[in-house]
């Protein structure tokens, strides 16, 4: 494994170790792009469309279940371990169906049944994913690792999908499913070469139960005087923002015919925002006044998002969508920071699962309430009514004083 890394001043963009973490994050999220792409792209070959959307949710359904114990897996056995062992399992599974559909045309059971590993994989692997960046560099880095991380999101959402398209073109779903397992292969590797700072021995971490862990992490979460109202402030704003920028930007570009190419227009405003965000955090690597700043990013993001129902060209929206964009990657980013800076190295696997919990499994709840309501009221009222939800979160963070004076370490 070697040394762990030194708690120095050192830019994590020319930290050898943090860039090798990096790459293997974005390699991993490249992977899990083509995935998707490949995963749909067969099951709507191999059946209905309502079958093809059983199976690309199915998956949703043991992550959501078994996240928060994936944080206790991860806090007992280290986030490193199971990060490794969860690609490794992804990568299995992935090119297992790769082969299966090179041999032979199974149908979709294959398909749904990789869909449930690859979601409690998720389970165990989201988590741990998230306790990975206070082990691979200085809390006074963490900004700008956050912000090093959001951009590797961005190119592989950009990347991800042209390379899963053009492996389908050239050799189908079996090729594009063989591309992904590759991806999350290269991930291995690199993860095994990084040095990580590793806790003391818990003793007593063998006559403890899980469901012992569970109750304690929860509990440390329910006292903490930052953490309990940032993950609150976390799931208010998710609960806002997914379901506009969701559902709700397809049926407003339709009612103002502004096409595919003018959602297009406005996604990409959006993405470019929350680019410029995640630069300015990499180049920058920290920001002082750290709770204020992301409690105000989102009450004005939330201020974009009720005004972008009224914008009235698809230029306005663009550039309303680049305001939403750069405040919401702002905030995200910042509290994903004071989330690693804040918690006890020994609970950040599990302060990360119930932070991922109630934006994967409570904010994808408001797309189906945000479709409904649009078709009720229009979608103007249904888009205030939703940055009013996200900026609760922000007047939140601005109204708890802990969180509001949290700082991030220089």
């Known amino acids: 494994m070697g040394s762990a890394p030194a708690d120095t001043d050192r830019p994590a963009h020319r930290d050898g170790n943090v860039l090798r973490w990096l790459g293997a994050y974005t390699s991993s999220m490249i992977g899990d792009n083509v995935y998707y792409l490949a995963l749909s792209w067969a099951a709507v ?21 078994l996240m928060l114990g994936g944080g206790v897996v991860a806090d007992r056995f280290g986030p490193r371990k199971v990060v490794i062992g969860s690609d490794a399992v992804r990568c299995a599974a992935v090119l297992a169906v790769a082969a299966l559909l090179f041999a032979t045309d199974p149908g979709l059971w294959p398909l749904a049944l990789l869909a449930v590993v690859f979601g ?15 082990r691979v560099t200085g809390h006074g880095q963490l900004a700008r690792v956050q912000g090093m991380r959001s951009l590797a999101i961005r190119f592989a959402n950009v990347v991800g999908a042209p390379l899963g398209g053009l492996a389908v073109a050239l050799g189908g779903s079996a090729t594009a499913f063989g591309l992904a397992g590759l991806l999350i292969a290269v991930s291995v590797p690199l993860l095994i070469s990084v040095r990580m700072r590793e806790l003391p021995a818990d003793d007593k971490t063998a006559e403890r139960t899980a469901w012992r862990d569970l109750r304690d992490g929860l509990g440390y979460i329910r006292r903490h005087r930052v953490l309990a109202p940032l993950i609150a402030a976390i799931a208010l704003g998710d609960f806002g923002f997914v379901g506009p920028l969701n559902v709700g930007l397809t049926l407003l570009t339709d009612q103002r015919g502004w096409g595919a190419a003018g959602m297009g227009w406005v996604v990409a405003g959006f993405g470019t925002g929350a680019g410029a965000a995640a630069l300015l955090l990499t180049v920058r690597g920290h920001v002082p006044h750290a709770g204020r700043v ?20 698809v230029a306005a929206a663009v550039g309303v969508a680049l305001l939403v964009g750069l405040l919401a990657g702002l905030s995200g980013a910042l509290c994903g920071a004071l989330l690693q800076t804040h918690a006890d190295p020994a609970y950040l696997g ?61």
């Not at 409690?120 to 206070?134: E, K, N, R």
């Open 294 to 313: 992301a409690g105000v990013a989102i009450l004005g993001g939330s201020v974009a998002i009720g005004a972008l129902a009224y914008a009235p060209s």
């Open 120 to 134: 409690t994989v998720d389970a165990v692997f989201m988590p741990a994913v998230g306790a990975l960046p206070a």
């Open 45 to 65: 070959q191999a059946g209905t469309p309502s079958q093809a959307g059983l199976v690309m949710a199915v998956s949703a359904v043991p992550r959501a279940l």
């Open 350 to 410: 599990r302060v990360t699962a119930v932070a991922g919990l109630a934006s994967l499994g409570l904010a994808p709840l408001s797309m189906p309430v945000a479709a409904a309501a649009i078709g009720w009221w229009g979608t103007g009222p249904v888009f205030v009514a939703s940055a009013a939800v996200c900026g609760l979160g922000g007047v939140l963070a601005l109204c708890v004083r802990d969180l509001r004076r949290a700082e991030l370490p220089r």
